[in-house]
């Protein structure tokens, strides 16, 4: 069945090192988002990508990093610059504009 | 931009009661998503729906398009329904056209 893989669905990470997030789909959907989750809070966008190639910022992209080389890929890379890395990671993907989302089943970042 | 209001943001209920979580959104919208998050993280899509009714199992979710409003219900309540669930709304325009609540925490006790 098609969907969307994040690994791993722990990850630890000491601070000060950068840290990629996977994420792989192969529903063959042009956009690809990431979002981060707060304790008490939404889902915020930190970036997005809406064709191969191609990739813009969201609401919260400081200290994060990403690429969109193929069309079933979209890491995320947390960076040494985020402050406060420590959270919950989903990425979610569509085929396009009004098309039905599927949502990963998230990445907790712990940082120590 | 839309808001979505999810309430309660908390609920604690006894095993087996009929439960009713609702989400409010101020801007009309295409489709919404519901989410289930349990402890630890993990999410799993439940419903995307843009009128009516569907079903799943014990799992039961509405929307009303004109009063702007859905409700996810859930029959029979067990604790491994313990859970976060999140109501996302999709209206287009901007990055990704999406909203999220900010979640309603199940707990049902045995």
């Known amino acids: 069945d098609g969907g969307i893989t994040q690994s791993p669905k722990y990850l630890f990470r000491k601070e000060g090192q950068n840290v990629t997030l996977s994420c792989e789909q192969n529903l063959n959907h042009d956009a690809m988002y990431w979002y981060r989750q707060d304790p008490g809070q939404g889902l915020r966008l930190i970036y997005y990508s809406h064709i191969v190639n191609d990739f813009q910022k969201g609401d919260i992209a400081e200290g994060y990093s990403v690429s969109r080389e193929k069309k079933e890929s979209f890491p995320l890379t947390v960076t040494s610059a985020q402050k406060n890395p420590t959270a919950f990671y989903l990425c979610?993907?569509?085929?396009?504009?009004?098309?039905?989302?599927?949502f990963g089943s998230g990445t907790r970042l712990t940082v120590v | 931009k839309n808001e979505v209001e999810q309430s309660p943001q908390n609920l604690t209920a006894q095993e087996g009661e009929f439960i009713t979580i609702n989400c409010s959104y101020s801007v009309g919208i295409s489709a919404l998503h519901w989410l289930q998050q349990h402890p630890g993280g993990g999410i799993v899509s439940l419903f995307m729906?843009?009128?009516g009714k569907k079903k799943h199992g014990r799992l039961i979710a509405t929307i009303n398009i004109q009063e702007k409003h859905s409700s996810l219900h859930i029959t029979a309540s067990h604790p491994r329904d313990s859970a976060v669930y999140i109501c996302?709304?999709?209206?287009?325009?901007?990055?990704?056209?999406?909203?999220f609540g900010k979640g309603t925490h199940l707990i049902i006790q045995p």
């Open positions: 729906l843009s009128s």
């Open positions: 996302v709304a999709y209206s287009g325009g901007g990055a990704d056209g999406l909203t």
């Open positions: 979610a993907s569509t085929p396009g504009q009004g098309g039905g989302y599927t």
